[in-house]
Nanobody
Framework: QVQFVESGGGLVQPGGSLTLTCTAS????????ITWYRQSHGRERERVAQ???????NFATSVKDRLPISRDNAKNAIFLQMNNVQPEVTARYYC???????WGQGTQVTASS
């Protein structure tokens, strides 16, 4: 069974840092492109970042804040680094695969003082 589980979200003060982790199981993880999306209240879901099987990264041009994304194939994990967070990054962050049409439940990030 294909499964994605996001973790690492929480309440962070503006200027702080978080690392979101996406842990996957049930498929041959190293062979797949993994994508992070986010959705904030009242807004459409937007693609944040994507990492290919070979480790190349892509970011949506609409996302002003480029969030470093990396993968550890030995751990079946994808990481999204959030530095100097500002209130506009507040959203629920999801990871998954378009090819597998599978997504996690998301992890909430709230940047607020």
């Amino acid at each position: 069974q294909v499964q994605f589980v996001e973790s690492g979200g929480g309440l962070v003060q503006p200027g702080g840092s978080l690392t979101l982790t996406c842990t996957a199981s049930g498929f041959n993880f190293p062979n797949y492109v993994i994508t992070w999306y986010r959705q904030s209240h009242g807004r459409e879901r937007e693609r944040v970042a994507q990492i290919t099987a070979g480790g190349s990264t892509n970011f949506a041009t609409s996302v002003k804040d480029r969030l470093p994304i990396s993968r550890d194939n030995a751990k079946n994990a994808i990481f999204l680094q959030m530095n100097n967070v500002q209130p506009e990054v507040t959203a629920r962050y999801y990871c998954g695969s378009h090819t597998l049409n599978a997504w996690g439940q998301g992890t909430q990030v709230t940047a607020s003082s």
